[in-house]
């Protein structure tokens, strides 16, 4: 759901900058599988949302948590072969 405010509301995130994260090593720190990710953890995140609508057998609690599942999961199976950059996380600093 999009929605405009003009105010700042504590956990307005809801989250999602965990997922976030995971895109960016799931898609390998490059442009199209950052894109990919995105798509898959946004198709799930509609599910979540008209599950219930949908009438789907599945506990919604259970269903509001698909996206954050699917992101360990792809944790485990993509972070032996993530192409991160070699300065992540190293200072910068000025010489």
Do not use: E
Request: charged residues 10%; hydrophobic residues 55%; contains cysteine.
């Amino acid at each position: 759901m999009l929605a405009l405010s003009d105010r700042f509301v504590p956990d307005m995130s809801a989250g999602r900058g965990w997922l976030v994260i995971v895109a960016l090593v799931a898609g390998n720190w490059s442009l199209f599988g950052t894109l990919a990710a995105i798509l898959c953890f946004a198709l799930l995140d509609a599910i979540a949302s008209f599950g219930q609508v949908l009438s789907l057998p599945a506990p919604y609690k259970f269903l509001l948590a698909l996206p954050y599942m699917a992101s360990i999961v792809i944790l485990t199976v993509f972070r032996s072969r993530s192409g991160q950059p070699a300065h992540l996380g190293i200072p910068y600093s000025r010489k």
